[in-house]
């Protein structure tokens, strides 16, 4: 199935990145028809495309925002650009190519929910991208798009560009409040929610870079067309990255629910060197690993999690026959034992004994009993740490022991890592 673009179908277009060559494109035309719809229209239509978050947990945005309460101000827009997750890049190219789309989409979110103050709180080593990201809100603020009277209105709107210091757990969206505050960036305790007692101690509402830079395309056009391109679960389009053991890694824009995983591989250039595929993860490196078996399972919501994974971040990693599962699961919890907040003790104590492990066991150090202990420190540490950081540490690790137990076991008492070494594994 070809690419259904939505969210990329001005990529390419002439100075497209400036708000001349946006406004070239239509651009901006979205954020004026909502001014005049008013904020219950806007509202309204969100709800009818069914979008859901694509930061990673795919809550309906429509919903997420009728959570904030009535009359209670001021509130506040935080825009989630804190893109960390290994293998998810997507909301970068939409920074870089098309930074005014993402302000467009950010400024109908801060009208339609009567907010005067919207933060883009972004990746600490996206440098280049926040550069771009200040150069578009100073032009919007040139045009009379943000700040005093947005377009002749009685709305102000401020948007302000926040950068983080290189934290993954900043993209837990209490985390990224406590660091917006100036604080040392860790989860806060929930309830409350942010939308009830969110930045600064008000209501607020964080959604995504994806999530928002639909906006002016469900405005333009109606939620309902929007929602007609997925599927009733599975609404709307949705950018993918695709990397590892692919011909052609990049992003790619398809429809969700009607495109299948291997639909996505073809357009990715299937896997490189006329390998074959080993295993897969669907939503970057917090999910749960699928197989061959999987690779006509549709790019749905429910139908991803009743195989065992979940589309996350939408960062679809590929690993060939040739991959070591024990290696590849040693090297992301080295990535979430570093990246632990250090606030709970399930996760900081058992990310450490995790990777320490982890390191025995591809080393071909460890003994068959350790996997045993491997099992129990992920069994302590999913489901009772702070935030899903601990959790998904231990998501990767386990299902890949599920699906190569012989893998994992044979590296017990090897001496060395088989896989690497060429060792035949059995099936």
């Not at 970068?92 to 993402?102: A, F, T, Y």
């Not at 302000?103 to 109908?108: D, K, M, P, T």
């Not at 709307?236 to 996505?264: D, I, N, W, Y």
């Not at 068959?368 to 069994?379: H, K, M, N, V, Y």
Request: aromatic residues 8%; contains cysteine.
């Amino acid at each position: 199935m070809p690419e259904v673009k939505v969210l990329t179908r001005h990529l390419g277009a002439p100075g497209v990145a400036t708000l001349a060559g946006y406004r070239a494109v239509g651009g901006y035309q979205a954020l004026q028809k909502a001014l005049t719809m008013g904020p219950a229209a806007v509202i309204a239509e969100v709800k009818a495309s069914g979008l859901r978050g694509r930061g990673g947990a795919a809550f309906p945005t429509a919903t997420k925002w009728s959570f904030l309460p009535e009359g209670v101000f001021p509130r506040y827009l935080c825009v989630n650009a804190d893109e960390s997750e290994p293998g998810c890049f997507k909301d970068r190219v939409l920074m870089e190519e098309l930074p005014h789309q993402l302000l467009e989409g950010s400024l109908i979110a801060a009208f339609a929910l009567h907010v005067s103050h919207a933060f883009i709180y972004i990746r600490g080593e996206y440098r280049r991208q926040r550069e771009l990201l200040e150069q578009a809100v100073a032009e919007a603020y040139r045009a009379g798009l943000a700040g005093k009277g947005v377009l002749g209105t009685d709305w102000d709107c401020e948007l302000i560009v926040h950068g983080g210091a290189g934290a993954y757990i900043c993209g837990e969206e209490t985390a990224l409040l406590d660091s917006l505050e100036g604080r040392r960036g860790q989860p806060r305790l929930k309830p409350p929610f942010p939308a009830v007692k969110g930045l600064y101690g008000q209501p607020t509402v964080v959604n995504n870079v994806e999530t928002l830079s639909n906006l002016p395309f469900i405005v333009n056009n109606g939620g309902a067309v929007y929602a007609q391109l997925g599927t009733p679960g599975s609404p709307g389009t949705r950018l993918f990255c695709v990397s590892g053991h692919v011909e052609r890694p990049g992003t790619f824009e398809v429809a969700m629910g009607k495109t299948s995983f291997r639909e996505l591989l073809e357009l990715a250039g299937g896997v490189w060197r006329g390998g074959a595929l080993k295993a897969m993860q669907p939503g970057g490196g917090s999910m749960q690993i699928l197989g061959p078996q999987h690779v006509d399972l549709p790019l749905d919501f429910k139908a991803v999690t009743e195989a065992g994974s979940s589309l996350g971040a939408g960062a679809l990693v590929v690993m060939d026959q040739t991959t070591c599962l024990v290696d590849v699961s040693k090297r992301l919890v080295d990535f979430y034992h570093h990246e632990s907040c250090g606030k709970c003790v399930p996760c900081r104590e058992g990310t450490y004994f995790e990777s320490e492990l982890m390191h025995r066991l591809e080393a071909g150090l460890a003994t068959r009993a350790e996997l045993g202990t491997l099992a129990s420190i992920c069994a302590a540490m999913d489901g009772r740490c702070f935030c899903p950081l601990g959790d998904t540490a231990t998501w990767f690790v386990m299902s890949a022991y599920r699906m190569f137990p012989q893998e994992f076991e044979s590296h017990c008492g090897a001496g060395q890592c088989p896989v690497r070494a060429g060792v035949e594994v059995a099936a």
